[in-house]
């Protein structure tokens, strides 16, 4: 190898939630020193354009082909940022990339290769509101694009009955009309009718949106793909504000 030749590496790089401010100098300087960033099109557009390095934009379903151009690349010399809205361990790329791993070339393995993390949306949404993941949480997903739905039904019965709160990512899609619905049916038959439930839509970009509501009146209707849905227990209290508005927080003692 010439002395001057770069040594390929991958960074599966988080972006957080979609404002420049909540993206790590980790997270910046990956993308800076990148030769190569792949990643779907819309957290693609976040990354700035640097004169000299090459853009793959790709569809939000081929996640496992993009894990294995991302690895090829980077075991061709090239210097790799694949990145993901929020965490890209949080349904997200990093899964896809150590999958492909498992299954592809073994010089993979040998690879400089590392998770740079971001601030997921379910961090960004919990700070807007106060604090509501502050005792035990789960994060689930509702697409069932990777998994039945049926178990989905029963992880939400599960964590209710468990007194978790919940981070609902992908909750409503074109596709997926109804399963929000459905969910909020299993929810209704397991937890108090006015445990808090805040829609947190678009959290750090320009379309930000955060209703405030109860598990009994929450409308899946004002639910879309780009917002996270987080069901509260009946250890999550409200405080409201003189000027209108309330701070959410989940108490650290709290039992239910
Ligand atoms: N890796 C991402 C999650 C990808 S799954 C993360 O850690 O945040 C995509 C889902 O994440 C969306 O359907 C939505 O539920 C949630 N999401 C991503 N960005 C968001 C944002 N800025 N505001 C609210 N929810 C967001």
Redesign the pocket.
């Known amino acids: 190898m010439p002395e001057n030749a770069k040594t390929g590496w991958l960074r599966v790089v988080g972006l957080g939630?979609?404002d420049a401010a909540m993206l790590t100098p980790e997270a910046s300087q990956a993308l800076e020193t990148a030769s190569d960033v792949l990643g779907y099109t819309t957290y693609l557009d976040r990354v700035p354009h640097r004169p000299g390095q090459v853009r793959f934009a790709t569809d939000n379903r081929e996640e496992l082909d993009r894990a294995r151009h991302a690895l090829t690349l980077a075991a061709q010399g090239c210097q790799v940022a694949l990145v993901?809205?929020?965490?890209?361990g949080?349904?997200?790329m990093a899964s896809a990339v150590f999958e492909a791993m498992e299954h592809g070339l073994p010089a993979w393995r040998a690879l400089d290769v590392a998770v740079i993390p971001?601030i997921?949306?379910m961090f960004?949404?919990a700070a807007r509101l106060g604090a509501p993941l502050g005792h035990d949480f789960c994060a689930i997903?509702l697409s069932d694009n990777l998994k039945p739905w049926a178990l989905i039904e029963r992880r939400l019965r599960l964590a209710a009955q468990a007194g978790f709160v919940m981070a609902l990512?992908?909750?409503r899609s074109k596709a997926r009309p109804d399963q929000l619905a459905q969910g909020f049916a299993i929810l209704r038959a397991e937890l108090p009718p006015d445990v808090p439930v805040a829609f947190?839509?678009?959290?750090?970009?320009a379309q930000e949106r955060i209703h405030l509501t109860t598990l009994e009146a929450a409308d899946p209707a004002l639910v879309c793909?780009?917002?996270?849905v987080l069901i509260g227990t009946a250890g999550t209290r409200l405080v409201p504000r003189p000027q209108g508005g309330a701070f959410v927080y989940t108490s650290r003692s709290a039992s239910a």
């Open positions: 939630p979609g993901s809205g929020g965490d890209p949080v349904f997200a971001g997921s949306a960004a949404a997903s990512y992908n909750p947190a839509r678009a959290v750090g970009s793909m780009r917002t996270l």
